[in-house]
């Protein structure tokens, strides 16, 4: 069956039903997984991210106990103990040559010195590309005034001093490129304890930095995200992802660049503790603190031989964060959820597959047994007989309507052959013609006629229709019957009652054009002598006979008026009845409208003048030609101008106008005023002959009733259309419109 026959409408109403819970499972069960994976996710993440930043800690206290060994390693230098015991050029020479040697080794350190107790450098060498300088003497600076001077000249035997992490400054001026360093220093003592200043090593930062930005943490696959960030204990940038942020104590225009001023959030919760992870809106936040007094214990706690350190005289401190942004979390986690969304939309769309295969077989199943049901209701409740047979004509089926019709005993229908099958009347032609037709496999349909087990004649409307099996040969037939009877008679009724209108019409016809003939012979009689009435009035009131008097001259001017009245009456009358009786014949020729219209407008100048009508001729175009016949669209020109005068008051208005539209290829002439106008309720009867609206105003302006009819027989004649609008109280327009084209 094809997915049309099952309503839409039904067919998503049950897929929905089954497709929501299914939806519902689905979604809840992703949103499940999904949050289920990014915990995980984030929980390998923190957790390679505190091993991240342990791992960084452990570098960096692994490069401070090499440089604590290598400065305690310094005090037992037999070069120095000679030279502070002799102190004479030989002795020192030798020391720079040691110095020398092992700043050829530990090429991480930038300066080693060794400085004397009044803050003078005795020997210095510098570390320039990787290869070690002994600084002449003349160039030799005296440190007194530095801040790791005063630190360091007053250390016991055994204490180091480990300076902040800053850029180193040669002559009062900050070194450019930048050189980060960490110093480190421990007193010398003579072999009678004196003090003799001490020994310092600046330490290139950029090693630290170094181990922080290179060091790269695996996680899903993808390398993390993280920014290192290194803080001293104020909170300002030894290492940030933003250059320009660095080393702002050193600077007075950077003091502002702190990590606080950037996450006020985070340095809140960071600055009091040692170490710790936490998730902040701005991103993940795992952080871990270095102190320079947990360096003793760290890196010689249980070695005798270096029982000569007794401490580390100094409280440095520094940060080591590393800064996961929120967006870098979400890189991360993309892939996971795209993977997500595809199975997500995957299952949906599969179970949605599912489920609209479901609905369609469920539906179409139940549509094929609700259709079952439809037609078997169908069939015993149709008023027409329907009835089954074999293909030999022997009844299997029958409805009640057939029972009805035929007043058949339902009991005696069983194994009987319809009457069109029957034995007898397959010898008859017109029924062998019947059968012939389905043989060949084809349906029948005509009117029987026949009669009831009752004896009762009847008329019927009669289809038979061939089921075929697969082998095209036919194994049932299909019989409708429509009992039209009373249709045969009505039809017999309206034959006759036909018959009886077209004799009628006849009559009728034949009634209306001997009216023509009188009104037309009539009409012509009247004419003639009235207008010899009118004539000879003309003559007396010109005073041809004789002078006068005014009363006579009334009298005659009454004649007159009364006797053009008829003619007018007259006229109109003849006109209709020519209309009426299809005798008139129109006279097209090419008309200016606008010239005709100024014509028809000449012989009312008089009244609008008595009147002081205010006339206006509104016209878009000059030259607008059709096809008509100029006589009569004058006359209807000439009886709607007439109209619009007669009933505008004095001082009222009268406008006609043109309009041509050529997307319709018509006319328009409309002539509109400000009389009394027309009740909304007359407006039905405007057109009707002799149908005066009001006997008040008739007796009042006059009139025949035929100007209005007759205008609208003339334009119908040249297949147009008369309308007309009105306001009682306020003017009437009336719109006459012609085809261009004849």
Not at 56 to 76: G, P, T
């Amino acid at each position: 069956m094809p997915l049309k026959i099952v309503r839409r409408k039904d067919y998503f109403k049950h897929f929905f039903t089954y497709f929501l819970p299914v939806l519902c499972i689905i979604t809840a069960l992703f949103f499940y997984l999904f949050f289920i994976n990014i915990k995980q996710l984030r929980e390998t993440l923190k957790i390679n991210e505190v091993h991240h930043v342990e791992v960084q800690k452990l570098s960096i206290n692994r490069e401070f106990k090499s440089v604590i060994r290598d400065l305690l390693a310094q005090l037992s230098n037999l070069e120095l103990s000679n030279y502070m015991e002799s102190n004479n050029i030989d002795s020192l020479k030798q020391y720079e040559e040691k110095l020398l040697k092992f700043s050829h080794i530990a090429t991480n350190y930038d300066q080693v010195r060794y400085i004397d107790e009044k803050g003078m450098e005795i020997v210095r060498v510098n570390n320039r590309d990787g290869i070690p300088h002994l600084t002449p003497h003349h160039r030799l600076q005296n440190k007194s005034k530095r801040y790791y001077f005063k630190k360091s000249i007053n250390l016991k035997k055994g204490e180091i001093y480990i300076s902040p992490f800053d850029l180193n400054v040669e002559n009062e001026v900050i070194e450019t490129p930048f050189k980060p360093v960490i110093r480190f220093t421990t007193p010398v003592f003579d072999s009678n304890r004196k003090r003799r200043g001490f020994f310092m090593i600046n330490y290139l930062g950029k090693e630290i930095i170094s181990i922080l930005r290179d060091s790269k943490v695996i996680s899903y696959s993808h390398i993390s995200h993280s920014s290192p960030i290194l803080l001293n204990k104020e909170g300002y940038f030894l290492l940030s992802s933003n250059w320009g942020d660095q080393w702002g104590f050193m600077f007075a225009e950077k003091r502002e660049s702190t990590f606080n001023n950037y996450f006020p959030k985070a340095w809140h919760a960071i600055k009091d503790l040692k170490k710790g992870q936490f998730w902040e809106e701005k991103g993940l936040f795992t952080f871990e603190t270095i102190n320079t007094s947990d360096l003793k214990k760290l890196t010689f706690g249980t070695e005798k031989k270096n029982h000569l350190i007794s401490s580390i005289k100094s409280n440095e401190e520094w940060k080591i964060i590393s800064f996961i942004p929120a967006q870098h979390i979400f890189k991360i986690e993309k892939p996971l959820l795209s993977s997500f969304l595809f199975i997500y939309f995957f299952s949906l769309f599969s179970s949605a597959i599912t489920l609209l295969l479901i609905t369609f077989f469920r539906l179409k199943r139940s549509e094929e047994e609700g259709e079952k049901v439809k037609l078997a209701t169908a069939l015993e409740q149709s008023p027409a007989s329907v009835i089954i047979t074999d293909f030999r004509g022997k009844i299997l089926y029958f409805n009640p309507a057939f029972l009805a019709l035929c007043d058949y005993d339902k009991d005696k229908l069983k194994n009987v052959n319809h009457s069109i099958f029957q034995d007898e009347k397959k010898k008859d032609p017109f029924y062998q013609e019947i059968w012939q037709t389905l043989e060949r496999g084809k349906s029948w349909q005509g009117d029987l006629y026949d009669i009831t087990m009752t004896g009762r004649p009847y008329w019927a409307s009669v289809s038979i229709s061939p089921i075929k099996d697969n082998k095209n040969k036919n194994i049932y037939f299909v019989i409708v019957e429509q009992d039209i009877s009373p249709t045969i008679k009505l039809l017999e009724e309206m034959k006759s009652l036909n018959e009886n209108l077209l004799e009628a019409k006849v009559t009728a016809e034949a009634a209306t054009k001997a009216k023509s003939d009188f009104v037309s012979n009539m009409s012509h009689e009247l004419r003639t002598p009235l207008s010899a009435v009118i004539g000879f009035t003309d003559m007396l009131i010109s005073g041809i006979a004789g002078e006068l008097t005014p009363k006579q001259q009334d009298f005659l001017g009454d004649i007159k008026e009364a006797g053009e009245h008829l003619l007018l009456l007259i006229n109109d009358i003849l006109d209709i009845s020519k209309i009426e009786s299809g005798t008139v014949e129109l006279q097209y020729s090419s008309v200016n409208i606008n010239d005709l219209i100024n014509r028809s407008l000449f012989i009312f100048n008089e009244k609008i003048a008595q009147k002081n009508i205010i006339f206006s001729f509104d016209r878009k175009d000059n030259e607008v030609e059709v096809p008509v016949d100029k006589k009569l669209i004058r006359q209807v020109l000439i009886n709607l101008l007439s109209n619009a005068i007669k009933f505008s008051p004095q001082g009222g208005s009268v406008t006609i106008g043109v309009v041509k539209r050529n997307e319709k290829e018509t006319i328009e002439i409309y002539v509109k005023d400000t009389g009394i106008g027309i009740k909304e309720e007359d407006m039905d009867m405007l057109f009707i002959p002799f149908k005066q609206l009001d006997p008040v105003l008739t007796k009042k302006y006059g009139g025949t009733g035929l100007g209005l009819a007759l205008c609208k027989e003339i334009v119908e004649l040249h297949c147009g259309e008369i309308t007309a609008q009105s306001e009682w109280g306020k003017g009437s327009k009336f719109t006459i419109i012609l085809p261009i084209n004849k």
